[in-house]
T-cell receptor
Framework: DAKTTQPPSMDCAEGRAANLPCNHS???????VYWYRQIHSQGPQYIIH???NNETNEMASLIITEDRKSSTLILPHATLRDTAVYYC????????????FGTGTRLTIIP | EAGVAQSPRYKIIEKRQSVAFWCNPI?????LYWYQQILGQGPKLLIQ????????DSQLPKDRFSAERLKGVDSTLKIQPAKLEDSAVYLC?????????????FGPGTRLTVT
């Protein structure tokens, strides 16, 4: 079972920042927070992951609360191509633990 | 670099027929995964290979599903006989290694419809 809770859907205006929340209240100390997204008719795509510090890459920023029980994925300037289902996943980054996808958040960017 | 290739992209079969899907991972990737994604749900791992050995097939319905990865490169997933509930997108993914430190790269998937 997925260890995360996400809203089923969100809308965001084009050009604005999209903030996608994720709750993971049972996360353990060695588990990372991963984000993937899945654009329609494509396979999932890795976005970013982090342990406890905020992370940023060319696609997005990841903000993790100090208690690590929740996080927010930020797409700073959303475009229509960011319309997708976004999955928040917690897992360790060693060993063989599989990616367990929940139902994610369907983000729709509004022109 | 070329991504994960899958074929066919679409397949329609009748129940009780058999079907096979093919996956060619990114060159050099030792780990290969097959996922099943039912409409409205996230992908679910069916089987994981490390080179040509099976690492995890705990969620593979072995009475009807089989998979192989001969020579540790390409892989095929077979369903025989198919049931209506097998209608789904079958995704193949690959990574450099099995550790969670390695990013998984997904193919476009094969959409199976069983009638």
């Amino acid at each position: 079972d997925a260890k995360t809770t996400q809203p089923p859907s969100m809308d965001c205006a084009e050009g604005r920042a999209a903030n996608l929340p994720c709750n993971h209240s049972t996360i353990s100390g060695n588990e990372y927070v991963y984000w993937y997204r899945q654009i329609h008719s494509q396979g999932p795509q890795y976005i970013i992951h982090g342990l406890k510090n905020n992370e940023t890459n060319e696609m997005a920023s990841l903000i993790i609360t100090e208690d690590r029980k929740s996080s927010t994925l930020i797409l700073p300037h959303a475009t229509l191509r960011d319309t997708a289902v976004y999955y928040c996943i917690v897992r360790v980054d060693f060993g063989n633990e599989k990616l367990t996808f929940g139902t994610g958040t369907r983000l729709t960017i509004i022109p | 670099e070329a991504g994960v290739a899958q074929s066919p992209r679409y397949k329609i079969i009748e129940k009780r027929q058999s079907v096979a899907f093919w996956c060619n991972p990114i060159s050099g990737h030792a780990t290969l995964y097959w996922y099943q994604q039912i409409l409205g749900q996230g992908p679910k791992l069916l089987i994981q290979f490390q080179n040509n050995g099976v690492v995890d097939d705990s969620q593979l319905p072995k009475d009807r599903f089989s998979a192989e990865r001969l020579k540790g490169v390409d892989s095929t997933l077979k369903i025989q006989p198919a049931k209506l509930e097998d209608s789904a997108v079958y995704l193949c993914a690959s990574s450099l290694g099995a550790s969670g430190a390695y990013e998984q790269y997904f193919g476009p998937g094969t959409r199976l419809t069983v009638t």
